[in-house]
């Protein structure tokens, strides 16, 4: 699981741009005794949050005394003013952010996908891209095809072999779009988002949270 979270923190800090308190949270994750905030596997099916004090790296209170039991296919949205707290509370919950005080209880067996504002896509083949990081290697292509379609990518339907950048050849909407595709593939049982949506227009918004209505309808978001 820290390695899983190393990983996520790595791609993270290309999405977001943290340099020193990213490399600061390299260190932490890899220590499975350090403090702060402490994520633990749950034996109940809800995700749990426990007087969370949330801090940032210099020790100055966020978000204090977080107390919420989020139920196996609810879907809670995080409001509040610029600057408050949101973005790091969500990657409180997905095992991100050490930083504070308090107790994130997840179910044990809970497969999870976190969609920042850029999703992180490796440079590759676009077959790979779209299996990243959990769908099994052994995914047919007509899979990995209808998936795109899902999402109105038909144009890289037949490019699953080429090699790029993905996040210099695709605008950012394409790449929101294809975050969002290879939920159908890694089929989680949480979503935690984070301004996902942003770069998608109203019909193509509508259409990826639509998945939650039908192919991952009773997934937590």
Do not use: H
């Not at 037949?158 to 294809?178: C, H, I, N, P, Y």
């Not at 290879?182 to 089929?187: D, F, V």
Request: glycine share 10%; net charge negative.
């Amino acid at each position: 699981n820290y390695v899983r979270i190393a990983e996520w923190a790595a791609s993270a800090s290309r999405v977001t741009g943290l340099t020193e308190e990213m490399a600061a949270l390299d260190t932490s994750v890899a220590d499975p005794e350090r403090g702060g905030i402490l994520v633990t596997p749950g034996e109940e099916p809800c995700i749990v949050l426990r007087d969370v004090v949330v801090q940032q790296a210099d020790g100055k209170v966020m978000i204090e005394g977080a107390d919420v039991a989020i139920q196996p296919g609810e879907r809670v949205m995080l409001t509040g003013a610029s600057g408050t707290g949101k973005s790091t509370l969500v990657r409180v919950i997905a095992g991100l952010w050490p930083w504070g005080s308090g107790e994130v209880s997840v179910p044990k067996d809970l497969k999870s996908a976190f969609l920042p504002k850029r999703p992180y896509l490796p440079e590759g083949k676009l077959r790979d891209a779209m299996l990243y990081p959990d769908a099994p290697a052994d995914t047919p292509d007509e899979a990995i095809v209808g998936a795109l379609k899902r999402l109105g990518l038909n144009d890289l339907a037949g490019r699953l072999g080429e090699t790029e950048r993905w996040d210099k050849v695709l605008s950012a909407g394409e790449q929101q779009a294809l975050a969002f595709s290879r939920l159908l593939l890694a089929k989680p049982g949480l979503v935690v988002m984070d301004e996902a949506t942003s770069a998608l227009d109203d019909e193509a918004q509508s259409n990826a949270m639509g998945l939650f209505d039908e192919e991952l309808k009773g997934v937590t978001v």
